[in-house]
């Protein structure tokens, strides 16, 4: 295992490139390993480093020590970024269907509930309106806590209602992903969000609007090569792990050793597929900052 592989979130992950190789008792283990333990220090994954827990909550999550920026779950990620009483949720009830009654020892349905459990929500995007330092905006936000941030069904439908409220709203678009990629349970199905979420982000830009991705570790898979790369601006957090397959299995088709530092943020800004990489910390500015960079543009949505 590649020091990249150890390092991606694992958990009860649905994503092409998550845990869903691992047999179930090696997932629920690896998933107590890998949550962050009820004590008061954890283990930094990056450097190694004791961190005092609510230091790192303070600091948004990111480590003191190597500046590593942890994987942060959908609803903090909200509250980190949306100012104070401005936040209002869309479409949080629309559930995922079994089509294809998939099961693999486990129903999937059944493991849609333990995700819903354990997060408090429905499905692995959030969407909805709030203000950043000010400017009114769409927000969505994958969540890679709920099954690996992997992309059904409903977060193909939720994030073209996104584009869509955005239009209706005149705002600009923010979505920040963190992703395992399709989910494997829906087979073809969640590969069709693939070519929805893109048709979505061509209508709104088509109606002059505005739209921002920031890709956070990891974004992989699908949502990588769809609605994660083709907004107008797309950023990502330092260090991320960003790709299509694992570096892992990449090495191993092309039976070559991969260059250091392949699919970081780093890596892919000095190639040119990203366009700026934005610490946690800076993020809201530097929001601020691009949404007022696109006030002049003017959405019309088109008659139908
Ligand atoms: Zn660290």
Not at 14 to 43: A, H, I, Q, Y
Not at 72 to 83: F, N, Q, S, T
Not at 272 to 283: A, F, T
Request: charged share 30%.
């Amino acid at each position: 295992m590649s020091d990249d592989d150890k390092k991606a979130p694992r958990g009860d992950n649905g994503g092409e490139n998550g845990g869903e190789r691992l047999s179930e008792t090696r997932f629920s283990r690896t998933r107590k390993k890998r949550e962050m333990p009820g004590g008061l220090w954890l283990k930094c994954e990056n450097c190694g480093q004791m961190i005092y827990r609510k230091e790192l909550e303070e600091k948004s999550r990111v480590c003191p020590a190597c500046e590593f920026h942890f994987t942060l779950p959908g609803k903090e990620r909200v509250a980190h970024l949306i100012d104070e009483d401005t936040w209002k949720e869309y479409f949080p009830d629309i559930r995922a269907l079994d089509r294809l009654e998939f099961n693999d020892q486990i129903p999937y349905l059944d493991k849609v509930r333990r995700a819903e459990e354990r997060t408090g929500q429905a499905e692995a995007l959030i969407c909805g309106s709030g203000a950043i330092e000010g400017r009114e905006v769409v927000l969505a936000v994958l969540d890679f806590s709920f099954m690996g941030g992997s992309m059904g069904e409903v977060v193909g439908e939720k994030l073209a209602l996104a584009a869509e409220l955005a239009t209706k709203l005149k705002r600009p678009l923010v979505i920040f992903t963190s992703s395992g990629g399709a989910r494997m349970h829906e087979g073809v199905l969640s590969l069709m969000q693939m070519a929805k979420t893109c048709a979505a982000l061509a209508e709104f830009g088509d109606a002059g609007g505005f739209s921002v991705c920031v890709m956070t570790h990891p974004t992989t898979g699908g949502v990588t090569a769809s609605f994660a790369s083709v907004c107008d601006v797309t950023l990502a957090e330092p260090g991320a792990l960003i790709g299509f397959a694992g570096p892992r299995v990449i090495a191993s088709t092309i039976r070559q050793e991969l260059p250091a530092g392949f699919q970081r943020a780093e890596f892919l800004l000095e190639k040119g597929q990203i366009d700026r990489i934005v610490r946690r910390s800076e993020m809201k500015s530097m929001l601020a900052r691009l949404l007022d960079y696109a006030k002049g543009s003017k959405i019309e949505p088109k008659k139908r």
